[in-house]
């Protein structure tokens, strides 16, 4: 296992980040599948745990809870908020008011008193950066948080809340966790550079691009990955990007098997090859899964197989754009840019 400095915190941690999304009914993954994975990965070197209060309504919290009794001062634990937790309206977001209040909730149901790193799930345009970074800073000097940081943030806002932090001389975001695979590249043009400017940490999720990069999906092949069961849509070969994607990984996975890799070995090594990423998250279901991920832990691509990478999807290419979480609703609605 690989460790990198968390941004300019100082903490170090594993190339690899333990993802607990699919704990709980929406991996339908047990209590006890989910230690056996913690355990494993604890074991392997990851020290990294990342989770989410709307994970399965908040069971993924609990079962990583759980999980880590008697471990704690081992990991480095995240979580996250500001996604509907239910249908009272103030029930999400990013305000003083429900940060403060879900902050509770999630140490609750983790059984811990503190996190090491709270994000913002994603960014809450019905609230200012000042009311947000407050909160947080407030949170942070009571020993509640750590560190605080952005998930899929548009680079854009990550350059208002640093501005807003220094402007109001609150704490400020030391990670941005987005959305970045050999597929979906787009990250690469804007948010990237502007986290190396900062000098944030970087936690990459969905880095096997929601199982198109896990060697299950293939050409011929009926699709049968767990997303394909509720999120039919991305996988329709019918539908032109996907057409895209599916035509990337048969060239793809040539490029793995002339560089004796797995597709998983070479997806990972791909996104931890980028000098701003720091850690990749990923969230396997089974330990089969969790040891045909760790198996790209030392994974070093060579020039020559990242050169064919960029020769199959080109630097700052989605070849789904349309699934990016942060592009401006202006874009996606038009009475937003006609009002």
Same mark, same amino acid.
Request: proline share 4%.
């Given at each position: 296992?690989?460790?990198?400095?968390? #941004?300019?915190?100082?903490?170090?941690?594993?190339?690899?980040?333990?993802?607990?999304?699919?704990?709980?009914?929406?991996?339908?993954?047990?209590?006890?599948?989910?230690?056996?994975?913690?355990?494993?990965?604890?074991?392997?070197?990851?020290?990294?745990? &990342?989770?989410?209060? !709307?994970?399965?309504?908040?069971? %993924?919290?609990?079962?990583?809870?759980?999980?880590?009794?008697?471990?704690?001062?081992?990991?480095?634990?995240?979580?996250?908020? %500001?996604?509907?937790?239910?249908?009272?309206?103030?029930?999400? #977001? /990013? /305000?003083?008011?429900?940060?403060?209040?879900?902050?509770?909730?999630?140490?609750?149901?983790?059984?811990?008193?503190?996190?090491?790193?709270?994000?913002?799930?994603?960014? &809450?345009?019905?609230?200012?950066?000042?009311?947000?970074?407050?909160?947080?800073?407030?949170?942070?000097?009571?020993?509640?948080?750590?560190?605080?940081?952005? %998930?899929?943030?548009?680079?854009?806002?990550? *350059?208002?809340?640093?501005?807003?932090?220094?402007?109001?001389? @609150?704490?400020?975001?030391?990670?941005?966790?987005?959305?970045?695979?050999? +597929?979906?590249?787009?990250?690469?043009?804007?948010?990237?550079?502007?986290?190396?400017?900062?000098? @944030? #940490?970087? +936690?990459?999720?969905?880095? +096997?691009? %929601?199982?198109?990069?896990?060697?299950?999906?293939?050409?011929?092949?009926?699709?049968?990955?767990?997303? /394909?069961?509720? !999120?039919?849509?991305?996988?329709?070969?019918?539908?032109?990007?996907?057409?895209?994607?599916?035509?990337? *990984?048969?060239?793809?996975?040539?490029?793995? &098997?002339?560089?004796? +890799?797995? !597709?998983?070995?070479?997806?990972?090594?791909?996104?931890?090859?980028?000098?701003?990423?720091?850690?990749?998250?990923?969230?396997?279901?089974?330990?089969?899964?969790?040891?045909?991920?760790?198996?790209?832990? &030392?994974?070093?691509?060579?020039?020559?197989? @990242?050169?064919?990478?960029?020769?199959? *999807?080109?630097?700052? *290419?989605?070849?789904?754009?349309?699934?990016?979480?942060?592009?401006?609703?202006?874009?996606?609605?038009?009475?937003?840019?006609?009002?």
């Amino acid at each position: 296992m690989q460790y990198r400095t968390l #941004g300019r915190t100082g903490v170090q941690v594993s190339s690899l980040a333990l993802g607990a999304m699919n704990f709980g009914k929406l991996g339908r993954t047990t209590q006890d599948e989910a230690t056996a994975i913690v355990d494993a990965a604890l074991d392997a070197g990851i020290n990294v745990i &990342d989770t989410a209060d !709307m994970y399965s309504g908040g069971e %993924s919290e609990e079962m990583v809870g759980k999980a880590i009794v008697g471990r704690r001062d081992d990991i480095v634990l995240a979580t996250k908020a %500001s996604m509907p937790m239910g249908d009272e309206r103030n029930h999400q #977001g /990013s /305000s003083r008011r429900w940060l403060v209040t879900e902050l509770d909730n999630s140490l609750r149901r983790l059984g811990v008193d503190h996190v090491d790193l709270y994000q913002i799930h994603r960014w &809450d345009p019905s609230t200012s950066d000042e009311e947000t970074l407050s909160a947080l800073t407030d949170l942070q000097r009571a020993g509640k948080i750590r560190y605080f940081g952005s %998930s899929t943030f548009p680079a854009y806002r990550i *350059v208002q809340a640093k501005w807003a932090a220094r402007e109001n001389h @609150l704490s400020r975001y030391v990670t941005e966790q987005p959305s970045y695979s050999i +597929l979906q590249r787009g990250i690469e043009t804007h948010v990237l550079p502007v986290t190396e400017q900062y000098g @944030l #940490g970087v +936690l990459v999720w969905s880095p +096997l691009a %929601s199982g198109w990069l896990s060697g299950a999906i293939r050409e011929g092949q009926e699709i049968t990955t767990s997303r /394909s069961t509720f !999120m039919p849509q991305r996988f329709d070969t019918a539908i032109p990007s996907n057409r895209a994607r599916l035509d990337a *990984v048969e060239q793809l996975a040539k490029v793995a &098997d002339e560089a004796d +890799l797995t !597709m998983i070995q070479l997806a990972l090594g791909f996104v931890t090859a980028h000098p701003a990423v720091t850690s990749a998250i990923i969230g396997p279901r089974t330990l089969g899964h969790l040891h045909s991920q760790l198996a790209a832990a &030392d994974t070093v691509l060579s020039a020559d197989v @990242l050169d064919a990478i960029d020769a199959i *999807v080109a630097p700052g *290419v989605d070849l789904a754009a349309h699934e990016k979480y942060d592009t401006p609703q202006a874009l996606l609605d038009a009475a937003q840019r006609r009002r």
